[in-house]
């Protein structure tokens, strides 16, 4: 009895393609004028996905690229979330904007008077420090008075008549 071997092979070819999981980029620090238009995007690293989402200070979505800066010198966080659906994650970016008195347009600098420093801010816990004793008072971002800060969000200190924001997250 005579036996045949036979030997099969199979090669199979795959095209295999490799990216990286999309990025919100790096967190960074930025100024811009108070109460003066600016492009949320050019604040975004050369690394960032630009198909995010960004947030303004209160949480509230930002429609498209433009915002304008709030009217009230201080701090102020923005935030840019990035989701991947092929990596299946989420990556977010922020961007503490230290909103400046700046120049108005006759050219005379506006100044505050009061010399009043709040820190540390943004806070993560509602305990900050003021760097002189004054009379305050605090309000939510609704302007509604209140005794302490509980939650995440936005909070003004108020001196006599000037506002001095407040960060909690």
Known sequence: MKHLIVFCSVI???QLSFSQCASAGEDSLVEVCRNEPFIVN???SDSAATNGNWFNPSGNP???VNSISINIPGQYVYTYVVQDSVCGTIDSAIFITNVLWCFTTDGIEETNSTNLTIFPNPTSNG???LSKEVDYVIEDATGQRIPFILSPGLYFIVVGETRYKLINL
Do not use: D, E, N, Q
């Open 12 to 14: 199979s070819f795959a």
């Open 42 to 44: 050019t604040f975004l």
């Open 62 to 64: 930002i429609v498209g």
């Open 127 to 129: 305990v900050f420090t």
